[in-house]
């Protein structure tokens, strides 16, 4: 019995790692929301809609929607984690100032999963500020770095009593919530003169199929290409 265990643990072992690393492996693709129209105010609203998903509302502060600017590049900013795509130059950002004190929040008109939100230029040098969010809306920060327009560096996401909070200094980057959501609510309490956001699904999850991948069919006919060898050095060593 000892030595059976000698030889399946070790071959179950490498299967088992090499099927949690192909499912870890790549990054999803993100639906981001394309904003069709806004109306500036202390508050103020935009709508848009995710394509192949929901329609989304943003309620609050905003200054402007803005159609054409930023690039969202490099890429390497806002593409980490399961987070495999930038939002468009197309579609484009929230501008905010923030420091109002509002309520503000995200509504889809569906549920989804995982919700992201990319961030450009929050913060000045000097001068930081934050998106503030609620304790029921557990995040972490997939992606970050400098922008085209302006360099900067990363968001980060606060410590301890802040871990809610999302703050930066000309930081940019990419934020993926944790679970289901239909609406997502937070604060902007720091004036800037201007940064924005825009929102995404992840796609991937919303379109998951029980099929599986290629590479996961390949790992499993390898486990099973393994078991007659098993089987000729058990029954060897039963005759020795």
């Not at 468009?88 to 995982?114: C, K, Y």
């Not at 991937?204 to 099973?224: H, Y």
């Amino acid at each position: 019995m000892n030595s059976l265990r000698s030889l399946i643990f070790p071959a179950a072992v490498v299967i088992l790692s090499a099927l949690v690393f192909t499912a870890s492996a790549h990054a999803d693709d993100i639906s981001w929301n394309a904003w069709s129209s806004g109306t500036p105010g202390d508050p103020g609203s935009a709508t848009g809609a995710i394509p192949g998903g929901p329609t989304v509302t943003y309620s609050g502060q905003i200054s402007s929607l803005v159609l054409d600017y930023p690039s969202w590049t490099p890429s390497s900013t806002y593409v980490g984690g399961a987070v495999g795509n930038a939002p468009l130059a197309t579609d484009n950002i929230i501008q905010m100032t923030g420091g109002t004190g509002l309520a503000e929040s995200i509504t889809f008109s569906s549920p989804i999963v995982n919700p992201v939100i990319a961030i450009w230029s929050l913060g000045s040098g000097g001068n930081p500020a934050s998106f503030d969010f609620t304790s029921t809306e557990p995040f972490s920060v997939a992606a970050g770095g400098p922008s085209a327009e302006y360099g900067g560096g990363s968001i980060t996401q606060g410590t301890g009593a802040n871990s809610e909070n999302v703050y930066g200094e000309e930081g940019n980057g990419v934020i993926q919530f944790v679970g289901t959501y239909s609406e997502i609510d937070f604060t902007t309490p720091g004036f800037e003169n201007w940064y924005g956001f825009t929102v995404g699904e992840d796609a991937t999850l919303t379109n998951a199929s029980p099929v599986p991948e290629p590479e996961t069919f390949m790992l499993l006919g390898l486990g099973l290409a393994v078991l007659p060898f098993l089987r000729v050095s058990l029954a060897s060593r039963r005759r020795s």
